[in-house]
Nanobody, 125 residues
Framework: QVRLIESGGGLVQAGGSLRLSCAASGRAFGGFSYYNWAWFRQVPGKEREFVALVNWSGSTTDYADSVKGRFFISRDKASNTVSLQMNSLNAEDTAVYYC???????????????WGQGTQVTVSS
């Protein structure tokens, strides 16, 4: 059973920072290195939105235009963890953030077969 567990969400003032983590466990996480990892976010009434991804080797990252230069995704093979450093947060970043795993690097949420339960990020203005 593959499990992804996000943590690090919370309430922060505009301009502040948060660091989200996604811990992966379960079968096939000896294969952690062979998957692509992403963060998505969702607000009520809207579709899940791509935020950032890192490819299986860590050599490639991709970011939504709305977060480019403010958010940074990273992966740690030793701990099977994917992180999202979020800086200069604003009210539009308020959402539930999800980490996900896919066999290929993609911005399409439909390509991701495993998802965490989500962590709430609220930015007060």
């Amino acid at each position: 059973q593959v499990r992804l567990i996000e943590s690090g969400g919370g309430l922060v003032q505009a301009g502040g920072s948060l660091r989200l983590s996604c811990a992966a466990s379960g079968r096939a996480f000896g294969g952690f290195s062979y998957y692509n990892w992403a963060w998505f976010r969702q607000v009520p009434g809207k579709e899940r939105e791509f935020v950032a991804l890192v490819n299986w080797s860590g050599s490639t990252t991709d970011y939504a235009d709305s977060v480019k230069g403010r958010f940074f995704i990273s992966r740690d093979k030793a701990s099977n963890t994917v992180s999202l450093q979020m800086n200069s947060l604003n009210a539009e970043d308020t959402a539930v953030y999800y980490c996900a795993r896919a066999p290929r690097a993609s911005r399409d949420s439909g390509d991701y077969g495993y998802w965490g339960q989500g962590t709430q990020v609220t930015v007060s203005s």
